[in-house]
């Protein structure tokens, strides 16, 4: 007699927060003013750093003691590092491997402020979220933000997006115009500013702010265009059908000489 197939996991999407004793974390609790996100990729680290520029400062000694940075820049929003070596925990005692041992999946990248790193988890099955609360409550204190169950949910519909797809082409000036926006309220509804006290603000004319600002949400939006096609109630390919018919069917009637009278 031929056994039932097994019923499927249910699978969770957790959010919590870890307070342990590693390089990152440590230096987190000496900066409390600092936002570090951290993602870590083939033995180095990539740092997004914000906050009080003696902080920042700080933070950028730490990394060139430490190996030394392969590339530093900076902007208004703050630091970004990619570092020689990876900075990270000594091996076993990280808490992505931690994660990883108990079968469950880390999203990077990984949010450190206070000495808390806040991480994004996908879990297997009730008993993998037991054993993976256990694990990490024996390395440190664990806050859990949030849980909740992944039912019937396609796959497209839970997207991680790359921030690289979403800003990917998007200038300096385009990007600060959009954020400043963003700050000020000018997307709220109804809105907060106008096009011109944002203009006065980066000390530009307000038809070039405009310019700035339609370029970056024109970019933002067609990068995003893949995405919104795949959370689309029907299929991304038949949206993409309809697109090329619609535009077959403007060449047609274009194509067409109008009637005389």
């Not at 995405?227 to 993409?240: H, K, N």
């Amino acid at each position: 007699m031929i056994a039932p197939p097994a019923e499927p996991e249910a699978m969770f999407a957790a959010t919590l927060e870890v307070r342990h004793d590693c390089p990152i974390g440590n230096l987190s609790r000496e900066l409390p003013g600092l936002r570090i996100v951290h993602w870590c990729v083939n033995n180095r680290d990539l740092f997004q750093v914000s906050g009080p520029e003696e902080e920042l400062r700080a933070f950028r000694e730490w990394v060139e003691a430490g190996g030394g940075a392969r590339h530093v820049s900076q902007g208004p929003d703050g630091l970004l590092l990619v570092t020689q070596v990876c900075r990270c925990a000594k091996p076993g005692a990280s808490i992505g491997q931690a994660i990883r041992r108990t079968g469950a999946w880390d999203i990077p990248p990984i949010v450190y402020r206070e000495g808390w790193e806040s991480w994004r988890v996908l879990v297997f099955g009730d008993r993998s979220v037991r054993e993976l609360f256990q694990e990490l409550r024996r390395r440190g204190e664990v806050r859990l933000l949030s849980l909740r169950p992944i039912e019937n949910v396609p796959m497209e519909k839970m997207m991680l997006i790359p921030g690289s797809d979403i800003f990917a082409g998007l200038t300096d000036r385009q990007s600060a115009s959009l954020l400043l926006g963003l700050r000020f309220g000018y997307y709220t509804s109804p809105s907060e500013t106008t096009i011109e006290r944002l203009a006065d603000g980066m000390g530009l004319a307000p038809s070039t702010y405009g310019e700035h600002l339609r370029k970056a949400e024109a970019r933002v939006l067609l990068n995003l265009r893949p995405y919104l096609e795949a959370f689309a109630s029907r299929a991304p390919g038949e949206v993409a059908v309809e697109d090329a018919r619609a535009v077959a069917t403007r060449r047609a009637k274009d194509a067409i000489p109008a009637e005389t009278a």
